[in-house]
Structures are given as structure tokens and as C-alpha cells.
């Protein structure tokens, strides 16, 4: 079933779990996502991010993610994710995403909260929620472990001004997370994430998921992430599996189900270690 991110975010800062959002670029990855999810009884989050348009375009995963959603045993939310502009966001709206990402993070603080809340004008005429971003996520491929500047950390009183001022439902913080490929495992600030939660009651969501520590994702669960980005990893998933299969006697059918099978386990594996199973 369509879910709202709000009542799905909610439902999960309430109950102390997280919900993964997963980028899927293919209809196989979409699919196998939604079968992992409905096996766990977990709800689920589907998104893809601007950058990813290029081989994944907006407005044809849009009606697969939508039907996909309507059909399902499960809540499932349709989010864009990383919305590099106001007029993404605008057109996301308009094919029938229930969730949308601004992410203006890289804006003076002041340009980020009157475009986000220029966004969450338009969007809550639609029925639709809104996630906006704050601090700065870094790139994996170019941090090493432990030179994580403190200085692009989401600051907690600015956070609490930020969503005063915007009406946000959601905000992605940066912690010492990182998108991409790790090439060292990050060590997450948890101190600042727990003055974050203490300071607003919105929840909050962890980008750059893939490649942090299992200690690291549970105690992020466990003092206020509710929301879980997850592409990396389904991205090396889908491609171990084709090059596994494919050292045999391919076929192209048989290409996208090993896909469809290898987001399956991804997915289900993330749902288990954010606790979410059950919990649809």
C-alpha cells in the first residue's frame, strides 16, 4: 500500500526502529526490494536520487515504484531522493512521488531553509512530505577514516531553527557519515546525533549508509534515526551477483533474476539490522 513517509517515519521514531530507503535503478531491483520487504512484514522506503537519473529517469521509475507501492502487502513511501533543485522537487510532485528530498545542503544557511520551505509550501498543497538536509554528508572517496572535518557536522541548535522555519518532516544530519564506497569504516559521532534528537522532535535520517558498522547503524537506531539510505550496497550486490552468474552460461532472463535475488538478500539483510521486521 502508498504509505506516507511522515506516517511511516513516525511510526518508527515511535517504536525505536529505522525504515531503509533503497535506491533502486532497475525494475528488478524495485521488485526484489518489495518481495523483501513483504517476506519481513517490514515497511519500506523506495527512492531514487537526481544523480542516479541518467540510467534510472525520474519519470519512468515513477510508475513502476508507484504500482509496485499500490500493490503491496506492505506500507511502502515513493521518495525522491536528493533533489538538486526546487524544480526537480516541483516536477517529482507532479508524476506522483508522496516524498520529496531537497537537499540544499551545500546552500548558505539561509538560501537552504527559503528554498526547503518553498518546497514544503507546494508540497503540502499536494499531500506530499518533504525531507530536507543539513550539514554536510561527505564523499567516502575522498575522506579517510578518522579526518572527518567536525566543522560540516549538523549543528543542533541550527537544526532546531531550520525546522522552526522550514516545517521539514524529515532532516538527513551529517555525523561523520559519507556517501559511496567507504574506504575506511567511518566512526559516526553518536553524542551529536543523541543532542540532534533532544533538540527536535522530527525524524531524523542517516545518508551514506552503506559501509558503516553494524555498531554504528544500532546505535543510530537506537537514539534517533528513523530513516536509512541504502545504494551503495545494493549496487555491489546486483553487480557480484551478474558477475557470479555470468562466469557460467548466461541468458538475459537469467541476468535479471540474479539481480532480483541479490536485492532480495541486500534488502533483507539492511530491514534485520535496522529492526524493522515485523513492524508493517
Same mark, same amino acid.
Given at each position: 500500500?502508498?504509505?506516507?513517509?511522515?506516517?511511516?517515519?513516525?511510526?518508527?521514531?515511535?517504536?525505536?526502529?529505522?525504515?531503509?530507503?533503497?535506491?533502486?535503478?532497475?525494475?528488478?531491483?524495485?521488485?526484489?526490494?518489495?518481495?523483501?520487504?513483504?517476506?519481513?512484514?517490514?515497511?519500506?522506503?523506495?527512492?531514487?536520487?537526481?544523480?542516479?537519473?541518467?540510467?534510472?529517469?525520474?519519470?519512468?521509475?515513477?510508475?513502476?515504484?508507484?504500482?509496485?507501492?499500490?500493490?503491496?502487502?506492505?506500507?511502502?513511501?515513493?521518495?525522491?531522493?536528493?533533489?538538486?533543485?526546487?524544480?526537480?522537487?516541483?516536477?517529482?510532485?507532479?508524476?506522483?512521488?508522496?516524498?520529496?528530498?531537497?537537499?540544499?545542503?551545500?546552500?548558505?544557511?539561509?538560501?537552504?531553509?527559503?528554498?526547503?520551505?518553498?518546497?514544503?509550501?507546494?508540497?503540502?498543497?499536494?499531500?506530499?512530505?518533504?525531507?530536507?538536509?543539513?550539514?554536510?554528508?561527505?564523499?567516502?572517496?575522498?575522506?579517510?577514516?578518522?579526518?572527518?572535518?567536525?566543522?560540516?557536522?549538523?549543528?543542533?541548535?541550527?537544526?532546531?531553527?531550520?525546522?522552526?522555519?522550514?516545517? *521539514?518532516? &524529515? /532532516?538527513?544530519? !551529517?555525523?561523520?557519515?559519507?556517501?559511496? %564506497? =567507504?574506504? +575506511?569504516?567511518?566512526?559516526?559521532? #553518536?553524542?551529536?546525533?543523541?543532542?540532534?534528537?533532544?533538540?527536535?522532535?522530527?525524524?531524523?535520517?542517516?545518508?551514506?549508509?552503506?559501509?558503516?558498522?553494524?555498531?554504528?547503524?544500532?546505535?543510530?537506531?537506537?537514539?534517533?534515526?528513523?530513516?536509512?539510505?541504502? *545504494?551503495? &550496497? /545494493?549496487?555491489? !550486490?546486483?553487480?557480484?551477483?551478474?558477475? %557470479? =552468474?555470468? +562466469?557460467?552460461?548466461?541468458?538475459? #532472463?537469467?541476468?535479471?533474476?540474479?539481480?532480483?535475488?541479490?536485492?532480495?538478500?541486500?534488502?533483507?539483510?539492511?530491514?534485520?539490522?535496522?529492526?524493522?521486521?515485523?513492524?508493517?
Amino acid at each position: 500500500m502508498l504509505a506516507s513517509l511522515s506516517s511511516i517515519l513516525g511510526a518508527a521514531r515511535k517504536g525505536r526502529y529505522a525504515v531503509g530507503a533503497f535506491n533502486c535503478l532497475s525494475l528488478e531491483q524495485a521488485r526484489g526490494a518489495v518481495a523483501a520487504a513483504e517476506k519481513l512484514r517490514s515497511p519500506i522506503i523506495l527512492q531514487v536520487a537526481e544523480v542516479q537519473f541518467p540510467c534510472a529517469p525520474m519519470e519512468l521509475m515513477a510508475p513502476v515504484f508507484l504500482r509496485l507501492a499500490h500493490d503491496a502487502s506492505v506500507p511502502v513511501c515513493v521518495h525522491l531522493d536528493h533533489g538538486q533543485s526546487v524544480d526537480t522537487c516541483f516536477r517529482a510532485i507532479k508524476l506522483g512521488f508522496n516524498s520529496v528530498m531537497f537537499d540544499g545542503a551545500a546552500l548558505p544557511f539561509e538560501e537552504n531553509v527559503r528554498c526547503t520551505a518553498q518546497v514544503v509550501t507546494a508540497a503540502k498543497d499536494r499531500g506530499v512530505d518533504v525531507e530536507a538536509e543539513l550539514g554536510r554528508v561527505g564523499d567516502a572517496g575522498t575522506v579517510d577514516e578518522g579526518r572527518q572535518n567536525v566543522d560540516i557536522f549538523t549543528d543542533p541548535a541550527q537544526a532546531e531553527e531550520f525546522i522552526d522555519a522550514t516545517g *521539514a518532516d &524529515a /532532516l538527513a544530519i !551529517a555525523i561523520g557519515n559519507l556517501h559511496g %564506497k =567507504y574506504i +575506511a569504516t567511518p566512526k559516526l559521532n #553518536i553524542e551529536r546525533l543523541r543532542e540532534i534528537a533532544a533538540r527536535i522532535d522530527t525524524p531524523l535520517v542517516l545518508h551514506g549508509g552503506s559501509g558503516t558498522s553494524v555498531e554504528d547503524f544500532k546505535a543510530c537506531v537506537h537514539n534517533g534515526i528513523c530513516k536509512i539510505n541504502v *545504494a551503495t &550496497a /545494493l549496487q555491489l !550486490a546486483a553487480a557480484d551477483a551478474v558477475q %557470479k =552468474y555470468c +562466469a557460467g552460461s548466461p541468458s538475459y #532472463i537469467g541476468i535479471k533474476e540474479s539481480v532480483e535475488a541479490a536485492t532480495v538478500e541486500a534488502v533483507s539483510w539492511h530491514m534485520d539490522l535496522f529492526e524493522s521486521v515485523g513492524k508493517a
